[in-house]
């Protein structure tokens, strides 16, 4: 038995229409999951469905979604597994991100971060859990290097990603007798639209290369062995854990 094998089991990434969720999207597909993405934006909905289908053979899907109106999350949730008859994979990618000094910071700023990065993602796992409740299943947040060490102008970021570690660690707690078990992925520098900025000042870049081991910045592809790990069954002793990909910077 292929300890890796997710033929047959069913997988829902939030935010899946870019960036690291539709890498680990793609991942899971290659894997042989059936895959459904869900985002915001029909149009990278539209993409990463064509790249799901060309991945792996199962039967995948794109769902429009506003993580940040629960009734909507739930809803969504409770559809896939009305769809599929089960939920097996929760991976929780959906992200936004307010970069500015933290005595600049509004009220209204929070607010919007927080209800996304936390809130969702909090909720998002209570309604896998009560969908995978009887079955077993595995939960996947995506953690940030903000979560371990402090990081200079994503201050609200930073108390959401730090937050989502104590999440990670009561969760899997509580839904270990279910057998659910509760993880993150703890991406390190990797460019996507969310960090283009940070990718367009040369100092910057260099500031990230000097400090990472293995001498290059992370691509998609690089989650893909953690994402779909942690989605098998050769994760099935491994819960309430923060995996870093990060080509070693927190090791530096």
Request: proline share 4%; with cysteine.
């Amino acid at each position: 038995m292929d300890l890796f094998d997710l033929t047959g089991r069913v997988a829902m990434v939030t935010g899946g229409g870019r960036g690291l969720g539709q890498g680990m999207a793609i991942a899971l597909a290659r894997a042989g999951a059936n895959v459904v993405v869900t985002s915001r934006t029909q149009a990278q909905l539209d993409e990463t469905l064509a790249q799901l289908r060309a991945a792996g053979p199962g039967e995948h899907l794109a769902l429009p979604c506003d993580v940040s109106h629960l009734p909507t999350l739930e809803a969504t949730i409770g559809a896939v597994t009305c769809h599929y008859g089960g939920l097996d994979v929760l991976v929780n990618a959906a992200g936004v991100q307010v970069r500015k000094p933290a005595i600049e910071v509004t009220p209204a700023d929070y607010d919007y971060l927080m209800s996304i990065q936390l809130r969702a993602a909090y909720f998002a796992g209570v309604y896998a859990a009560r969908a995978m409740k009887g079955r077993g299943g595995k939960i996947i947040h995506v953690a940030s290097l903000t979560t371990a060490i402090g990081v200079r102008n994503v201050s609200i970021y930073a108390a959401a990603k730090s937050g989502l570690a104590g999440i990670v660690r009561t969760t899997a707690l509580e839904w270990a007798p279910l057998g659910i078990q509760v993880n993150a992925i703890g991406p390190g520098y990797y460019r996507t639209d969310m960090t283009e900025t940070l990718f367009q000042d040369p100092e910057r870049q260099a500031w990230m290369q000097a400090r990472i081991p293995q001498g290059r910045t992370g691509l998609p592809d690089d989650l893909a062995g953690a994402t779909v790990f942690l989605a098998s069954k050769a994760s099935d002793y491994v819960t309430g854990q923060i995996m870093y990909v990060d080509g070693g910077f927190l090791a530096g």
